[in-house]
């Protein structure tokens, strides 16, 4: 900077200068120190511009530094609470789709247990036909040992059964 080297110069002058017997004033040469001082004049307000450009400069970029963080920091809220909302989203569909399978399966174990009963209903009732229709064989094989091959007439019927009619020889009955 010529300023701090004009200035030095001044120093120079003053501090080489000759002193006044006496006192602490000292002689200077007037048209040197005058030069000096216009020097300086002429440098400084260059040097002043400049220190105040680089000021404006330094509050141009704080004020974009300031102004890009506080956008960052907004950007990060916004997505921060965006975060939250899906979290809260993703965790309400999660409960609720576990409720919805939690409630399948109690149904499905429901239907189940009502088919088992339906079912165990229908093969008892089945049972029963089959036993009584198994009776009713085991009864007319019964009726036929009896009668024996020689005998053309009927056997007597069991109390409380009905009497079939006799069929001829080889013929089938329907029923």
Same mark, same amino acid.
């Given at each position: 900077?010529?300023? /701090?080297?004009?200035?030095?110069? &001044? *120093?120079?002058?003053?501090?080489?200068?000759?002193?006044?017997?006496?006192?602490?004033?000292?002689?200077?040469?007037?048209?040197?120190?005058?030069?000096?001082?216009?020097?300086?004049?002429?440098? +400084?307000?260059?040097?002043? #511009? $400049?220190?105040?450009?680089?000021?404006? #400069?330094?509050?141009?970029?704080?004020?974009?530094?300031?102004?890009?963080?506080?956008?960052?920091?907004?950007?990060? %809220?916004?997505?921060?609470?965006?975060?939250?909302?899906? $979290?809260?989203?993703?965790?309400?569909?999660?409960?609720?789709?576990? /409720?919805?399978? *939690?409630? *399948? @399966?109690?149904?499905?174990? =429901? &239907? @189940?247990?009502?088919?088992?009963?339906?079912?165990?209903?229908?093969?008892?009732?089945?049972?029963?036909? +089959?036993? @009584?229709?198994? #009776? #009713?064989?085991?009864?007319? =094989?019964? %009726?036929?040992?009896?009668?024996?091959?020689?005998?053309?007439?009927?056997?007597?019927?069991?109390?409380?059964?009905? $009497?079939?009619?006799?069929?001829?020889?080889?013929?089938?009955?329907? @029923?």
């Amino acid at each position: 900077m010529e300023v /701090h080297e004009k200035l030095g110069e &001044l *120093a120079a002058l003053v501090s080489g200068a000759r002193g006044v017997p006496l006192s602490s004033s000292v002689l200077v040469d007037r048209e040197e120190l005058l030069r000096l001082v216009a020097e300086v004049r002429r440098l +400084l307000p260059a040097e002043v #511009q $400049q220190a105040g450009d680089v000021l404006a #400069q330094r509050d141009e970029v704080l004020s974009a530094a300031r102004a890009e963080a506080e956008e960052l920091v907004a950007r990060a %809220r916004a997505e921060a609470e965006e975060l939250v909302d899906a $979290q809260a989203v993703t965790r309400a569909s999660r409960e609720r789709a576990e /409720h919805i399978v *939690a409630t *399948a @399966r109690e149904e499905a174990k =429901r &239907l @189940r247990v009502d088919a088992d009963a339906w079912c165990d209903g229908k093969l008892g009732d089945f049972e029963e036909e +089959l036993e @009584r229709l198994q #009776q #009713q064989a085991r009864r007319g =094989r019964d %009726r036929l040992k009896l009668r024996g091959p020689e005998t053309d007439a009927p056997a007597e019927p069991e109390a409380g059964g009905v $009497q079939e009619p006799p069929t001829p020889s080889g013929a089938t009955v329907a @029923r």
